[in-house]
């Protein structure tokens, strides 16, 4: 049986305890899908992290926009709803 850590350590974790939301996004073409993980923070940096890699960051970008587009070219779809840091703590 796999285990996959999903905690995330601090050192890879450069949004850290600043988040204000999360997105999961998927590559629906790819079964099962394929996840990833997008974080924002307060100042409106993104980091997309992938849960497959031990949470690696694979992408910044200094705006969502940017970062979506990223997400965009590459065929991933956003999951229904976003996770707000102020809901969540």
Do not use: H
Not at 69 to 89: A, N, T
């Amino acid at each position: 049986m796999n285990i996959t850590n999903i905690t995330l350590s601090q050192e890879l974790n450069p949004v850290q305890n600043n988040w204000q939301f999360a997105e999961v996004w998927i590559d629906p073409m790819l079964t099962p899908p394929y996840i990833l993980l997008l974080l924002a923070d307060a100042q409106g940096k993104c980091q997309i992290y992938d849960p497959a890699k031990d949470y690696t960051v694979i992408f910044s970008a200094e705006d969502y926009e940017t970062a979506k587009l990223w997400l965009l070219e590459d065929e991933y779809e956003p999951i229904q709803g976003r996770l707000l840091s102020d809901e969540w703590v």
